[in-house]
């Protein structure tokens, strides 16, 4: 393939924040995951030091919190000072010890040099709880919320400037869900309280790609919003845990972007595409393991619906397939860098993250490495470039419809602040290895090739046993008239720069 462009031509400048994760009260991503006071890897406040180190090593701009369902039946105020009380979690059925609140997490988000957050209650909770919070946060000391702070032990601000309001609340599964007309009136109540507490706040809420949820939302509240969220997760295995195998996965990278898509001709439509960005803030290849836990019915056993939970942390799951997948999805994300403006991949740790922590320490997972690439080894302008003989790969998707797809998925970037271009060139073919030239004016020099790829498409990183990593080749002077070798299933970034 022949990939064409000009180092002129720049689509724009993507925002850091694409590049975020999320962590939910769910199963072993908090407690026993980065938050583990009784651990030795822990740290005096009771997190673990070696997610934190991984986790700033790609660089995290930012971590949703604390969920997810979750959040729709959590009350904020149980969960700071030192009064605290367990409370059942009604979302996912078990006992919350209600010891990591939100001065831990601003704690954790400080020590990560990331950007908290926060997502708030609109099940159970009210608009005035909703703004209690950002009072508690964001103001200096007016208000006995905000004082409470201060007698806890924090006498500077929290200063949240992201929050979302709801999780999910269309869906049957979520606690408290509403309809779209309910929701449009109640984003709208809680975004003035919010705002009249804190008017530097960016807000968000919860929506999908459906038009009647989007256009009630956006016609009610709209003026009050500076984000709307969606969430993705392609292959739906919460209930039977059967993953897309690599060629399914692949399948589901067709139309990748299609929900940015819809979301962006909606805000076109409304005139607020220039005010209202996309936070993207789930996203994963692989939904979570939950069976049975979002029913009504009757006699379900723990061993049915919260034993089953220990399965998302089996590591020899989250292959190749998974990090090419992740991959494609980033690539779409910087393309649409105009409307995306955030991005939280689900979750950054356990479940289905991309780390995975056990008692001596933890396994970067494949999807690990991708965060690496693009954090550490891509630019920030995006460019528009075109591909010329783009080589085809025919995928069986997991409805068994064959699929015909472009086996490359690239994407060009410079640096806003040095010279030199950068490449993210996925190679999703399974068996052969794709011939890649650069034709693009205005770049020149050396090559580096920086990729993963594995020895097969089931490579996986597990305790022990480590098949996938970053390499590293010396590509010499580049030339259109040799061409980069793209290894077979694998994530690569080119960087040419005049040194
Ligand atoms: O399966 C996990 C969940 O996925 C999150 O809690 C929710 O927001 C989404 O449905």
């Known amino acids: 393939m022949i990939l064409h462009g000009d180092m002129k031509h720049e689509i724009g400048r993507r925002s850091p924040l694409i590049y975020g994760h999320f962590i939910e009260h769910f199963h072993r991503q908090i407690y026993g995951g980065i938050y583990d006071p009784g651990s030795p890897l822990s740290d005096e406040d009771g997190f673990r030091t070696d997610?934190?180190?991984?986790?700033?090593?790609?660089?995290?701009?930012?971590?949703r919190w604390p969920g997810g369902c979750f959040v729709s039946s959590y009350h904020w105020k149980d969960a700071v000072g030192s009064e605290r009380a367990p409370f059942f979690d009604k979302a996912w059925r078990v006992e919350d010890p209600n010891s990591f609140g939100t001065d831990e997490y601003i704690k954790l988000c400080r020590k990560l040099n990331c950007q908290p957050y926060i997502c708030t209650n609109a099940g159970t909770g009210t608009a005035e709880e909703m703004s209690d919070w950002v009072e508690y946060c964001?103001?200096?000391?007016?208000?006995?919320?905000?004082r409470w702070r201060i007698k806890n032990?924090?006498?500077s601000p929290h200063k949240v400037k992201y929050w979302s309001i709801g999780n999910e609340n269309y869906g049957f599964w979520e606690i408290g869900a509403k309809d779209s007309r309910e929701w449009g009136r109640l984003v709208k109540e809680s975004a003035k309280m919010i705002k009249h507490v804190d008017p530097t706040t960016e807000l968000s809420a919860a929506a999908l790609t459906d038009l009647d949820w989007n256009i009630r939302l956006l016609t009610e509240a709209g003026d009050f919003l500076d984000w709307i969220s969606?969430?993705?997760?392609?292959?739906?295995?919460?209930?039977?845990n059967d993953y897309a195998d690599y060629e399914q996965s692949m399948a589901y990278t067709y139309r990748i972007g299609h929900s940015i898509e819809k979301v962006r001709g909606l805000l076109t439509a409304m005139g607020l595409e220039k005010k209202i960005k996309i936070a993207f803030d789930e996203w994963n290849l692989r939904g979570w393991y939950?069976?049975?836990?979002?029913?009504?019915?009757?006699?379900?056993?723990?061993?049915?619906?919260?034993?089953?939970?220990?399965?998302n942390d089996d590591n020899t799951r989250y292959t190749m397939a998974d990090a090419v997948f992740t991959a494609c999805f980033l690539n779409e994300l910087n393309r649409n860098c105009d409307i995306v403006g955030m991005a939280n991949y689900a979750p950054a740790v356990n479940t289905r993250g991309c780390i995975f922590t056990h008692p001596q320490g933890i396994v970067l997972r494949t999807t690990y490495h991708v965060f690496d690439l693009y954090t550490n080894y891509m630019g920030d302008v995006i460019l528009n470039?075109?591909?010329?003989?783009?080589?085809?790969?025919?995928?069986?998707?997991k409805g068994h419809q064959k699929i015909s797809l472009p086996a490359l998925d690239i994407l060009a970037a410079k640096w806003s602040d040095r010279p030199g271009i950068s490449i993210a060139a996925v190679n999703k073919d399974p068996k052969n290895s794709q011939p890649l030239s650069l034709k693009i004016s205005g770049t020149g020099g050396r090559g580096k090739q920086f990729y993963i790829s594995g020895s097969s498409t089931e490579s996986y990183n597990d305790i022990h046993h480590e098949e996938v990593k970053i390499l590293e080749k010396d590509l010499g002077m580049i030339s259109d008239k040799i061409p980069i070798i793209l290894p077979p299933h694998s994530v690569n970034v080119i960087q040419i720069t005049n040194e």
């Open 385 to 397: 470039t075109w591909a010329e003989d783009m080589p085809a790969m025919e995928v069986e998707s």
């Open 230 to 240: 969606i969430h993705q997760y392609w292959d739906p295995i919460n209930q039977t």
């Open 153 to 155: 032990g924090f006498s």
């Open 290 to 311: 939950h069976p049975n836990v979002h029913t009504i019915q009757q006699g379900i056993t723990k061993e049915e619906y919260l034993y089953p939970r220990d399965k």
């Open 51 to 63: 997610v934190m180190d991984a986790l700033k090593k790609i660089r995290i701009p930012i971590l």
């Open 138 to 146: 964001n103001l200096e000391n007016e208000g006995k919320y905000a």
